[in-house]
């Protein structure tokens, strides 16, 4: 669901005291034009703000605020479904017929490149975004051949959701760092008179974008890669397998419950809530959500685990992008640099535990005092690992998710799902 600019710092004392429009205070010299290489950034109206169903309530308060100092320079939210894959197929229709009725874009972070690379998105100007204060690794995910295609907005790292209160109750101290340790801790747990019919653990597992995630977390939490620093495909491994064999493995043997292969986020969220999973592996905007359900004050995060210690998750989180057939780019911009503030980040942190790309609200310790999962988020994302960066990105995901769909069902081993997925990757990425 997750830019106090030097120009912004020079803003007015009125302004200040409504922070969250700091970095709306322009984008130019007179307000109506900036440049980035060949693009100008030109027109002030009516923009529009296209994004994934918003399951927390928090955008358009935000949005609110902006209308409110912009009158004449308002933005729309578009919301488009929660499905990923949706998404992504929405925003490309919009860009294949030049239209204009969509202005900034809020991309999943692993589709910058493929947007980018099709002319769908406009390089935006560096310097117009405090990078530098930024993680790292997210800043990297809204480059392309070394030019900025996009505003890291929200960061996002997988973590791993765990009832505290059971585990307590069965003697366990502390959350499992391997999966080895998940199933023992589970087994323990399941034989408590208060989790009977519980299930142990869940994921992401529908055949959408989430299973991707998902099965490259755990080929990477196995030791192995999806593709290497090259870019290649390297699936058919016995590090992938290992990977590939515990989800499947954990589908047989009921640790994951047969209806979790339908399971999207809401859907995971939604039955950790209601008491019926121990382990839910799902982003740090459920957080907040899960604390105003039955489940608040019993349950904790930690480090998605791996085969022999700490996992790694796939690096998530959202780039705002502008469509380069869009009007208006000058307004669109200023909101781009509003809505990607360190105050917005903030505001999002607070309201939905959208995860910042900011370093210093991590290392806030009041903050850290107040969301207590902000330390093992961090280093979520400083861990995790980019899904494939590819221009062909559509065809690779669709790939991953049709042959690891087959195995997590049982229609194909580990080894051939795996044997078939090296095949088609190493297709798609020749193109």
């Keep these: ?63 609110d605020q902006w209308n409110k100092l912009h009158p004449k320079e308002k933005v729309t939210f578009i919301q488009l479904p929660t499905d990923a894959d949706a998404q992504r197929q929405q925003m490309i229709q919009n860009a294949e017929t030049k239209s204009d009725a969509y202005t900034v874009l809020s991309l999943d972070v692993v589709w910058t490149s493929e ?36 505003a890291p907005s929200s960061s996002d790292g997988g973590l791993l959701y765990y009832r505290t209160d059971l585990l307590k109750q069965a003697g366990i101290s502390k959350a499992p760092t391997t999966w080895a340790e998940l199933k023992a801790d589970c087994a323990k747990v399941k034989k408590l008179p208060a989790a009977k019919g519980m299930s142990c653990y869940a994921g992401q597992f529908q055949k959408y974008e989430g299973l991707t995630v998902n099965f490259s977390e755990a080929v990477n939490s196995a030791g192995g890669v999806v593709t290497d620093a090259n870019g290649r495909p390297d699936v058919d491994t016995p590090q992938a397998k290992k990977g590939l064999d515990f989800l ?47 489940v608040a004050g019993k349950y904790a995060v930690a480090p998605l685990p791996g085969l022999t210690g700490p996992g790694s998750s796939s690096l998530g989180g959202h780039n705002l992008a502008l469509s380069s057939f869009a009007r208006n780019k000058a307004t669109a911009l200023d909101f781009m640099k509003f809505y990607s503030s360190e105050t917005t980040a903030k505001t999002f942190l607070e309201k939905a535990s959208l995860a910042p790309p900011y370093a210093a609200l991590y290392d806030d310790a009041a903050l850290a005092r107040q969301y207590p999962y902000l330390p093992v988020l961090k280093q979520s994302i400083l861990r995790a690992v980019p899904r494939p960066r590819v221009v062909g990105y559509g065809d690779v995901t669709s790939a991953i998710q049709q042959e690891a769909y087959a195995a997590l069902t049982g229609t194909k081993s580990s080894a051939q799902a795996l044997k078939d997925l090296q095949s088609k990757l190493q297709k798609s990425t020749a193109q």
Excluded at 258 to 274: M, V
Excluded at 277 to 289: D, H, Q, T
Aim: proline fraction near 5%; charged fraction near 20%; hydrophobic fraction near 40%.
């Design 1 to 63: 669901m997750k830019t106090t600019t030097a120009r912004a710092l020079r803003c007015s004392a009125a302004l200040a005291a409504a922070a969250l429009l700091l970095a709306a205070c322009g984008s130019s010299d007179d307000g109506s034009t900036a440049q980035s290489g060949t693009t100008s950034f030109t027109g002030r109206g009516p923009i529009t703000f296209v994004a994934g169903k918003d399951t927390t309530g928090a955008v358009q308060p935000v949005l």
């Design 115 to 150: 947007f980018a690379a099709h002319q769908w998105i406009d390089r935006l100007p560096a310097q117009s975004f405090p990078l530098d204060r930024m993680l790292k690794p997210v800043v990297e995910t809204a480059k392309y051949r070394g030019g900025l295609y996009a």
């Design 248 to 294: 499947a493995g954990s589908f047989r043997d009921g640790t994951i419950p047969k209806e979790a292969i339908t399971y999207q986020e809401e859907d995971g969220r939604q039955a950790f809530q209601a008491g019926k999973l121990v382990f839910l592996r799902n982003w740090p905007y459920m957080y907040a959500l899960a604390g105003k359900s039955k």
